[in-house]
DNA sequence: CAGATATGTTAGATGAGCTTTCATATGGAC
DNA sequence: GTCCATATGAAAGCTCATCTAACATATCTG
């Protein structure tokens, strides 16, 4: 495209407008500008093109033979751009919201929250992906990410959702009343893994405990963990606050507890502009967050 | 149409053009302005429609995917834009040029220079309407009139051309070498005039001789006037300029002349700007008139 | 690693485009 | 005709959108 040549695009929109209305004055309101702006804009249009457009009578105004010419292909060149604009935005707010997160977040946090959510905003459709995986968050792929972590992700942008410790957890059932000193003496029991993910050992390894092939893991779908959990099939680790309950209850028994700063689930989206629905859900998880722990 | 909620088409631009080019840099010399320019622009854009167009990746740009739809559907509105530019120039530039004047100015004046314009200006079509009647200057239709006057017509321009007296003229071997005190006196002549126009009565009751039935007039088309005046058939009144040749070598002589300030042939024009043939037109006219009297 | 070539970001300059104001022109109501 | 409502025209001056300048950073190439 050679942009050589074109006058100035606000002339060109300022004629057109008065083309439109044969007036300036109408123009101007159309264009959301007073009258002299019109008239100076397509004077200068004129002065550019060295030809007369409009032809001004006292009151009212006629399109010159030329005047018209250009005013017809005018027309539709800014209708094709009102068009892009139009279709974009649509595009932008139809296009269904892809949130992806893990598992235990999805079936102990979201769920319980999300029809009211869609209750706000019917008009977004919601595409929730729950997976262990870390997924990239390719612009017009996935639109935001809910992770576990501390906020140290590069070239995201995270906002802490919910502050929350790591816990290692089994139920009163499984393991009694005992005192755990070491992580190495829990190995005796059964451990309860989402399939996909090794954060167990990865605990293991970081407390010093080396023999991660000694563990007994059974590894099952992630929105079934928690349920095992419970009913003492094996011990976890997860998130304090989606047990918190159970906890509280004695139902279940912390054994270990990562009490590292910032520790939580994160928001995390692409830097740079939201699109509109983005915004919304984002807002939407923070008021939640905030109301309802 | 309605302009609202249509982002600055500065920015529309300047999107486009880095759409095109993938590069601020590129973008910006195509724009002839400076890569920041282009990147704020683009990022005004961005904020306005609440999206991101354009993934930055240190060296080197990508549209997204939003970006993408968005700039397919710009190009094809902008081009339509330069579309109507271009086809509004050359329209403006190969449309004929129409010039109106009396035949008389056509005959002594402007026939024998014609082929220098035609000349110098090729590309230009000149349509040429030697008539009597006074052409209106409307849009579209004729660029400019030559006309005999004193440059004080309403609503147009008007530039003195040639400066030339009104004069009554005949040939020696018509009216002989008498002195002709009183205008009535020529009653007694036969008189040539140009079809359609009645100039001589009109002198006649301006010099307070009323009896204009008795006037002896041959109508003749115009470019047969001032042969019919060189051969004798009879008087006539004509711009001085054209009989100034016979007037030297005493073939003709002057009866009366009207010395009032200001007469003369007129470049006459519609307010407001020439397009470029009728500029060239008249800048012509007026080179000639200067060098050539 | 140095050099060439991108983009990012900010502060500050500039001018396109705007509003304001007053003058003028026109048409309709009376 | 006069008055009033509603146009455009022209000029002065303001202001904010847009640009440049300058420097930092990132990436590819030789």
Redesign the interface.
Known sequence: ???????S??S??AF??VA?ALSFSHAGR???VSHAAVSQQVRAL??H????LV?RDGRGLAL???GA??AT?????????????D???E??QSRPLKVTMTPTFAVSWLMPRISDFRLDHPDIELMLNPTAEVVDLR??DTDVAIRFGRGEWAGVEAEQLLATNFVVVAARSLVGDNEFQDPESLLQFPWLQELGTNEVSMWMQRQGVIAARKLNVTHLPGYMVLDGLRRGDGISATARAFVETDIQTGHLRVLFEDERPGSGYYIVT?P?????PL?AFVSWLKRHARFHG
């Open positions: 495209m050679d942009w050589r040549g074109i006058p695009l606000n060109l929109r057109s407008a439109d159309a264009l959301n004129e002065k093109l060295g030809a007369t032809t010159t033979a030329e010419l250009l292909h005018l027309e539709d060149a800014f209708q094709s751009i009102r068009r892009a604009v279709l974009f935005a595009e932008e612009p017009g692409r740079g502009m939201m699109r509109p915004k």
